[in-house]
């Protein structure tokens, strides 16, 4: 596998081995690049799942210092560098939210959507986008993913927030990553 | 060995995905699909699938975080073995031995105290038994100590009475047929009248009965000489002055007490003369 780089407008090619040797020696062309390309997609998750800019930017941080600290444990065999990044940031905020000390500042019940875009507008930009991708999915499907996904609910926070049985929320969530799966292969 | 199938068809998959797993389950299911290239394959997918909506849903972080982050990196002890599956357990580093130190020492306080605690409590039931044992032998001791005392006094008593120059002794006859075995010697000295009773063997004191000595005078007279309890051991007991009696009697009479003796009860008789 192999990945493209970009150094002030330079694209270079460059082998898995020598992406993570250049990690775990803390390159700094290489943090350019995985900065300049991910990091808008994780923070754009981070703030998504956190609702708040500080919690989202202590992700973001988190998150590059774990993957250059765990570089050596990816495996290509499961998954892109990035989806390998995502999942760490993923798993952070939800973390964060659910298990930190910023747990108590966010409150789920009383999560307000709009209130969240005021404060973060480039979010509802990102968000129509978004919505747009979803489209293509049934109501009662992008609802559920959408919670879970972006919000970081979990399917018993989505089952009461819905009014709908936990195992509904499950098989939602499960055939929505498949017709997701279809319309984006 | 897991059907892959019905793991992949159980939504497991998406559960990670979509983060509502625990730290724990997520490490599983990472340990699942290192183990069946399948299950990693069918996870990458659906993860590609999902990152698409990251790529939708971009937000630039402020200009500053770029350096910020950079300047944490170059801080950070990238040599600590921090695992992937939490901020809590990122906590403590894993390569401070100490932790591991502490729950060692810890448990090894806790197994020496339980086994000392074990070893002590057989202990203490030892010495339980010991004392129960010791204060058997104590009471024991104690009672052979009185039996001694008492034995020791009756023979300084009998040693005495029957030191007297003066004495006279008579053997009490058995008068009953559960008193044939009976052996009572009273000792009389002369000099003083004063009479003893040596009460070598009788039956035991029937309940609410005591023994009395009876003094039968010349002309009839039923003198009360004193009474006593016998619970089967051999005792002295010293009576009242004898004056002119021609017989003694040895009967049981009750507790309270009575006026004259009950010839039905006449356990040993003695003639004097």
Same mark, same amino acid.
């Given at each position: 596998?192999?990945?493209?780089?970009?150094?002030?407008?330079? !694209?270079?090619?460059?082998?898995? %081995? /020598?992406? +993570?040797?250049?990690? #775990?020696?803390?390159?700094?062309?290489?943090?350019?690049? $995985?900065?300049?390309?991910?990091?808008?997609?994780?923070?754009?998750?981070?703030?998504?799942?956190?609702?708040?800019?500080?919690?989202?930017?202590?992700?973001?941080?988190?998150?590059?210092?774990?993957?250059?600290?765990?570089?050596?444990?990816?495996?290509?065999?499961?998954?892109?560098?990035?989806?390998?990044?995502?999942? !760490?940031?993923?798993?952070?905020? %939800? /973390?964060? +939210?659910?298990?930190? #000390?910023?747990?108590?500042?966010?409150?789920?019940?009383? $999560?307000?959507?709009?209130?969240?875009?005021?404060?973060?507008?480039?979010?509802?930009?990102?968000?129509?986008?978004?919505?747009?991708?979803?489209?293509?999915?049934?109501?009662?499907?992008?609802?559920?993913?959408?919670?879970?996904?972006?919000?970081?609910?979990?399917?018993?926070?989505?089952?009461?927030?819905?009014?709908?049985?936990?195992?509904?929320?499950?098989?939602?969530?499960?055939?929505?990553?498949?017709?997701?799966?279809?319309?984006?292969? | 060995?897991?059907?892959?199938?019905?793991?992949?068809?159980?939504?497991?998959?998406?559960?990670?995905?979509?983060?509502?797993?625990?730290?724990?389950?997520?490490?599983?299911?990472?340990?699942?699909?290192?183990?069946?290239?399948?299950?990693?394959?069918?996870?990458?997918?659906?993860?590609?699938?999902?990152?698409?909506?990251?790529?939708?849903?971009?937000?630039?972080?402020?200009?500053?975080?770029?350096?910020?982050?950079?300047?944490?990196?170059?801080?950070?002890?990238?040599?600590?073995?921090?695992?992937?599956?939490?901020?809590?357990?990122?906590?403590?580093?894993?390569?401070?031995?100490?932790?591991?130190?502490?729950?060692?020492?810890?448990?090894?306080?806790?197994?020496?105290?339980?086994?000392?605690?074990?070893?002590?409590?057989?202990?203490?039931?030892?010495?339980?038994?010991?004392?129960?044992?010791?204060?058997?032998?104590?009471?024991?001791?104690?009672?052979?100590?009185?039996?001694?005392?008492?034995?020791?006094?009756?023979?300084?008593?009998?040693?005495?009475?029957?030191?007297?120059?003066?004495?006279?002794?008579?053997?009490?006859?058995?008068?009953?047929?559960?008193?044939?075995?009976?052996?009572?010697?009273?000792?009389?000295?002369?000099?003083?009248?004063?009479?003893?009773?040596?009460?070598?063997?009788?039956?035991?004191?029937?309940?609410?009965?005591?023994?009395?000595?009876?003094?039968?005078?010349?002309?009839?007279?039923?003198?009360?000489?004193?009474?006593?309890?016998?619970?089967?051991?051999?005792?002295?007991?010293?009576?009242?002055?004898?004056?002119?009696?021609?017989?003694?009697?040895?009967?049981?009479?009750?507790?309270?007490?009575?006026?004259?003796?009950?010839?039905?009860?006449?356990?040993?008789?003695?003639?004097?003369?």
């Amino acid at each position: 596998m192999s990945y493209s780089l970009h150094f002030d407008n330079i !694209i270079e090619k460059i082998s898995n %081995i /020598d992406l +993570i040797k250049g990690l #775990k020696a803390k390159d700094r062309k290489c943090y350019n690049y $995985l900065y300049k390309n991910y990091s808008a997609k994780l923070y754009g998750i981070a703030l998504h799942i956190t609702q708040k800019t500080d919690i989202a930017e202590d992700v973001l941080q988190e998150t590059f210092i774990k993957v250059f600290k765990h570089v050596h444990k990816f495996d290509d065999s499961k998954g892109t560098f990035f989806t390998w990044m995502l999942n !760490i940031c993923r798993n952070g905020a %939800i /973390d964060k +939210i659910r298990y930190g #000390k910023e747990s108590k500042k966010i409150q789920f019940d009383s $999560l307000n959507v709009d209130m969240v875009y005021e404060e973060n507008p480039e979010m509802k930009l990102a968000n129509n986008e978004l919505w747009t991708l979803l489209d293509k999915l049934d109501d009662d499907h992008k609802e559920v993913l959408k919670l879970s996904y972006y919000y970081g609910y979990s399917h018993s926070e989505i089952a009461k927030k819905l009014n709908m049985p936990f195992g509904s929320v499950k098989s939602k969530i499960r055939i929505a990553i498949r017709e997701l799966r279809k319309i984006y292969p | 060995m897991i059907d892959i199938k019905q793991y992949i068809e159980s939504g497991i998959l998406e559960e990670y995905l979509s983060g509502t797993l625990t730290p724990t389950e997520r490490t599983e299911v990472e340990l699942t699909a290192d183990k069946y290239p399948e299950i990693a394959q069918e996870l990458a997918s659906m993860s590609l699938s999902l990152s698409m909506m990251a790529d939708i849903g971009e937000v630039v972080p402020a200009a500053y975080m770029e350096e910020k982050i950079w300047d944490e990196i170059l801080r950070t002890d990238f040599d600590d073995q921090e695992e992937l599956i939490g901020p809590n357990k990122a906590v403590i580093p894993k390569t401070s031995k100490l932790p591991y130190i502490l729950s060692v020492a810890t448990a090894i306080i806790a197994f020496v105290t339980i086994y000392y605690l074990i070893i002590a409590n057989g202990r203490l039931d030892d010495a339980k038994a010991k004392i129960t044992s010791l204060e058997s032998e104590n009471s024991e001791l104690s009672a052979n100590y009185d039996k001694l005392k008492y034995d020791y006094d009756s023979l300084t008593t009998l040693s005495s009475i029957y030191d007297i120059e003066n004495t006279k002794l008579y053997v009490m006859k058995p008068h009953r047929r559960s008193a044939l075995g009976s052996v009572v010697i009273l000792v009389w000295d002369r000099t003083t009248n004063q009479v003893y009773a040596d009460i070598k063997s009788l039956p035991v004191s029937n309940s609410g009965m005591k023994y009395n000595l009876w003094a039968i005078t010349q002309i009839g007279q039923q003198i009360n000489l004193g009474n006593f309890e016998h619970k089967g051991i051999s005792q002295v007991i010293k009576l009242d002055k004898l004056h002119n009696a021609v017989e003694i009697l040895l009967t049981q009479e009750k507790e309270s007490g009575v006026s004259y003796p009950t010839m039905s009860r006449v356990y040993c008789k003695a003639k004097i003369y």
